[in-house]
Structures are given as C-alpha cells and as structure tokens.
C-alpha cells in the first residue's frame, strides 16, 4: 500500500515478467529512492504517480530484470591493444591476414599472442603452424581459441561442441544454472543471443535440424531468462537485493521492444534493448522510449 509518498518513476501498461518465485506477471511498476515500490496492475500504480514522476508508457513492451553475466573476465580487456584480436573473423584466412596485418603493424612486439579463433574454420586435423610460418617468420606466435582452452596446435570439434554447456544435464541434477559470456570467450556476448542459443542449441539462421548441438541439452525460455537474471544474481550472492522485480529490491531492469514470450524463439536475438536501469536511473535509453 502507498503511504502518500510518490514515486520517481513509473513503467506503465507493459509486460512484465518479474521472475519471482511465482514468475508472476504485471502490467506496471513503480520505482522510489532507487527501489522498486509497487509491482501490479496499471490501475493499482496510478496513486504513485505525483507532479514530479517520470512515466513511460512502455505500450506492450516487455520490462525484465536487468542481465547479469555471472563470469567474465574483465582484465583481459587490457590486452587488446598489444594482442591481435580474432573474434570477429570467421576463416582460417581471415586469421592468417590479421595476424599478418598485426605482425606489419607492429615490428616492436617481440612475441605475438592473440585470441578469438573458432575450431569449426578447420577441419579435423586442426590449425597448422605453417599457416602462420607463411606470413610471420620472425618471431614467435602465440593464438588461443575463442573457448579459452585451445591454442593453435590443438583441435576441439564437433563432438566437443555437443558436449559443452549441458544446461539440461546439470538442471536435473539441481544445479543453479547461472549464464555468462565467459569474456572474452564471446564476443560479442550479448545476453539474447546467449537466450536464443540456449533455447535452440544452433547458430542463427540454421534451419537443418541436424545442426542442433546436443538437442537434449535446450532448455526453456524461462530458465534461460532466470539464468541470466535471479540466478545471476544468486550467484553473486545478491539474490535479496536484485534479480527479479520485486517490491523492495532494487530497480534494476531491461526494457525490451518485443515480448520473447510472444515470437518465435529463433526471433529473440533480433530483438532490442530499449531502455536499461540501475537502481531506478537510466544508463541507457533508446530515442523510440
């Protein structure tokens, strides 16, 4: 019940998924001094609303609990500058040119390291260090996969790839699934793209059903969700203060400009961030909000 004192902000007539214990769903919620106040109908948040509260009419669009990627390491940011970068290629050509690119540019560096490669561009005898003698033949060069645990040398396929992340496997067996980019592993790593993935365990865009890696391993649109909101937060130890949208928590939430619950879910990664809020201030807000 309001007390009389009115809120800051109020998301109106939206769809909220609040991640609750009881996955309750809402239409409207009201934030005061950086907590969320009221969680309910629209009607119900009308006596919040003063002279001074901002209120966003979300029309439909969808209100969250704010992403948390629960693992990532953030310090490897530092060596972007002095290593070169392959995450965003796709070919045993294209890392080839860049670390040739990288070597021209940069005649002071004594050893060249580097991360990003993807085991799929080879085939299954791997990478060859004649590859990189071609174009490199100074010094020595250093390259790990995009998945952390390979170098150059070392080759981890198909099979491996049907047997990483069984989400599946591990929610039988009871375990909090917590969801992460693993950064820089992913990267990009937006976290719809990470909801889609987990949902359809195959790339964007693949319609051949025999490109789903370990079909036995999806899980649902609600536990990839809650993977990267509660459970998240459960696994910084802050489940009581964020992670689902509950009175008295803190107001920390995404606006998206689809419902995922009503598009298909090789939809999902298409969709956009509009708005996203920590503690109740908006550290990003897209001009159609």
Same mark, same amino acid.
């Given at each position: 019940?309001?007390?009389?004192?009115?809120?800051? &902000?109020?998301?109106?007539? /939206?769809?909220?998924?609040?991640?609750?214990?009881?996955?309750?769903?809402?239409?409207?919620?009201?934030?005061?001094?950086?907590? +969320?106040?009221?969680? /309910?109908?629209?009607?119900?948040?009308?006596?919040?609303?003063?002279?001074?509260?901002?209120?966003?009419?979300?029309?439909?669009?969808?209100?969250?609990? /704010?992403?948390?990627?629960?693992?990532?390491?953030?310090?490897?940011? +530092?060596?972007?500058?002095? #290593?070169?970068?392959?995450?965003?290629?796709? #070919?045993?050509?294209?890392?080839?040119?860049?670390?040739?690119?990288?070597?021209? +540019?940069?005649?002071?560096?004594?050893?060249?390291?580097?991360?990003?490669?993807?085991?799929?561009?080879?085939?299954?005898?791997?990478? &060859?260090?004649?590859?990189?003698?071609?174009?490199?033949?100074?010094?020595?060069?250093?390259?790990?996969?995009?998945?952390?645990?390979?170098?150059?040398?070392?080759?981890?396929?198909?099979?491996?790839?049907?047997?990483?992340?069984?989400?599946? #496997?591990?929610?039988?067996?009871?375990?909090?699934?917590?969801?992460?980019?693993?950064? %820089?592993?992913?990267?990009?790593?937006?976290?719809?793209?990470?909801?889609?993935?987990?949902?359809?365990?195959?790339?964007?865009?693949?319609?051949?059903?025999?490109?789903?890696?370990? %079909?036995?391993?999806?899980?649902?649109?609600?536990?990839?969700?809650?993977?990267?909101?509660?459970?998240?937060?459960?696994?910084?130890?802050?489940?009581?203060?964020?992670?689902? +949208?509950?009175?008295?928590?803190?107001?920390?939430?995404?606006?998206?400009?689809?419902?995922?619950?009503?598009? %298909?879910?090789?939809?999902?990664?298409?969709?956009?961030?509009?708005?996203?809020?920590?503690?109740?201030?908006?550290?990003?807000?897209?001009?159609? &909000?």
């Amino acid at each position: 019940m309001n007390t009389g004192i009115k809120a800051d &902000l109020v998301l109106q007539n /939206g769809s909220v998924y609040t991640v609750d214990k009881q996955c309750h769903r809402a239409k409207a919620v009201a934030v005061r001094d950086k907590v +969320i106040a009221y969680v /309910g109908d629209t009607e119900g948040v009308q006596e919040f609303i003063g002279p001074n509260t901002e209120v966003i009419d979300l029309a439909g669009k969808m209100l969250l609990p /704010g992403f948390i990627d629960s693992h990532a390491h953030a310090s490897a940011t +530092i060596n972007e500058d002095d #290593s070169v970068m392959l995450y965003h290629l796709d #070919s045993k050509e294209a890392y080839v040119s860049a670390v040739k690119s990288f070597a021209e +540019i940069h005649p002071e560096i004594e050893v060249i390291y580097g991360n990003g490669w993807n085991n799929e561009a080879f085939p299954p005898q791997g990478p &060859l260090k004649e590859d990189l003698d071609a174009v490199v033949t100074d010094r020595p060069v250093s390259l790990m996969s995009n998945d952390g645990h390979s170098s150059w040398a070392k080759y981890l396929g198909r099979e491996r790839a049907e047997k990483e992340y069984p989400l599946k #496997s591990f929610q039988d067996a009871g375990v909090t699934l917590a969801c992460a980019s693993d950064y %820089p592993v992913q990267v990009p790593s937006p976290p719809l793209l990470a909801i889609q993935l987990g949902i359809t365990r195959c790339i964007p865009g693949e319609t051949d059903p025999n490109e789903i890696l370990g %079909p036995d391993e999806r899980i649902s649109l609600e536990d990839m969700i809650a993977g990267y909101t509660i459970n998240g937060a459960y696994a910084n130890f802050v489940e009581n203060e964020t992670g689902s +949208i509950e009175v008295g928590k803190k107001a920390d939430m995404v606006v998206l400009d689809r419902n995922l619950f009503d598009i %298909p879910e090789t939809e999902i990664a298409d969709t956009n961030v509009l708005m996203t809020l920590f503690e109740g201030k908006a550290n990003y807000r897209d001009a159609a &909000l």
